[in-house]
């Protein structure tokens, strides 16, 4: 899309400058071919007549990564002294004095060389986005500051650069740059990514198997995460309540009682019988504060959910199963897990219980599983008639 010519001088101060948008390719380790993508992707757009420019790339010596950057205009770098030895680096001012409308910048998370303006390539992307023009830029999984712990248990090296994982997260858009680690190698023994005398110790070392599939399950999660938000938003603002089955949501509702670790084994098994299942858990609490379980047990329970990779959750609400469906569809559950009840035969027949409500509340679009456990009404018959001692609980 071609930009409108820039304004000058004071004209262009009183006249506010919409931000640029900000496109990062996301790979799971270098030769993925995030650079190759983002030049691709300049190449189409100034195909297409937009004004593309390269502020900042960064080859490797990689003879397709150097063709596709050829037909590109570049704006030279600058050079920077430091500790008696010549650097180069992205020319800010140059690229802003230039303004076109889109700047390919490599390397998000690459720190400058001190005596530059800002510490990090981020920030003067930040500078040019501020002015109005479009940025696209490349940054690996290794390099965001929260899996930097992580990533150095999978790899045993520290990465020494890295950019704040919110920088990534307002990007307007994400590509994830994906690739197998049987190709990666294959690549990488074949001299594509590093020279010659670089490739034995990169294959023996960060390049093993291991290392390649466990970044990239980093960066396939991130990725789906980064999806999941923006899917989100998008219901929220279009006001979407019914649920959207992209992957396996199982809500478990947990009474604070002793029935709550089986529901919560049959919520983490349904929850792992498909790709990306999730589980989530939650305790309604009474809106008057009154404890009507045991702290004791939905501590346990809280620990048990986390442990398994699940999210718990609490919601306050004189109406517990009015407060289960409303959350459920807010957080875009599927499958809702509750417990078969604890009440009698009897008492049933007055009243309707917080199960069949959340039953009657889940409609067509959220299947509701009960599941029988040793609290339930007919195994404390059983037990009456002793087979076993009578179990506290709360009604469900």
Not at 329 to 348: C, D, H, L, M, Y
Request: aromatic share 4%.
């Amino acid at each position: 899309m071609e930009r409108s010519p820039t304004l000058d001088g004071p004209a262009r101060k009183e006249q506010s400058v919409p931000r640029g948008s900000l496109r990062v390719y996301l790979g799971a380790a270098p030769g993925v071919g995030k650079t190759y993508d983002m030049l691709g992707e300049g190449r189409r757009r100034a195909g297409r007549g937009t004004d593309v420019v390269i502020g900042f790339v960064e080859d490797y010596g990689r003879p397709l990564t150097r063709q596709m950057a050829q037909d590109l205009e570049t704006v030279p770098r600058k050079t920077v002294l430091y500790r008696g030895a010549a650097f180069t680096e992205m020319d800010l001012d140059a690229v802003l004095a230039r303004h076109p409308s889109v700047a390919l910048v490599d390397e998000l998370a690459h720190t400058d060389i001190p005596g530059c303006r800002n510490e990090k390539r981020w920030q003067d992307i930040e500078e040019l986005l501020d002015a109005g023009i479009d940025v696209i830029s490349t940054v690996n999984i290794q390099h965001l500051e929260s899996l930097n712990d992580v990533v150095e248990e999978i790899t045993g090296i520290r990465q020494r650069e890295t950019v704040p994982d919110e920088v990534v997260r307002r990007a307007d858009q994400i590509e994830l740059v994906d690739m197998s680690a049987e190709a990666l190698r294959r690549r990488m023994a074949h001299g594509n990514i590093y020279p010659p005398e670089k490739i034995d110790a990169a294959l023996a070392n960060f390049f093993r198997a291991g290392n390649l599939t466990a970044l990239r399950e980093l960066a396939l999660l991130w990725a789906a995460d980064r999806v999941e938000e923006a899917l989100v938003r998008y219901r929220k603002e279009q006001g979407i309540e019914e649920p959207w089955a992209t992957r396996e949501r199982v809500l478990v509702t947990l009474s604070g009682g002793p029935e709550g670790e089986t529901l919560i084994r049959r919520g983490d098994r349904i929850a792992s019988r498909g790709a990306g299942g999730e589980l989530l858990a939650i305790h309604v609490v009474r809106g008057d504060g009154l404890a009507s379980s045991s702290p004791k047990l939905l501590d346990h329970q809280r620990a048990m959910v986390e442990s398994l990779g699940g999210s718990y959750h609490t919601a306050v609400g004189d109406d517990p199963a009015q407060a289960v469906v409303q959350f459920a569809r807010q957080a875009n559950v599927t499958q809702i897990v509750i417990g078969a009840t604890r009440r009698s035969r009897i008492k049933g027949l007055f009243s309707r219980g917080v199960g069949t409500a959340i039953v009657e509340g889940s409609g067509d679009d959220i299947d509701v599983y009960i599941v029988t456990h040793e609290e339930a009404a007919h195994g404390r018959f059983l037990r009456r008639r002793g087979r076993g001692p009578q179990a506290p609980g709360s009604a469900s």
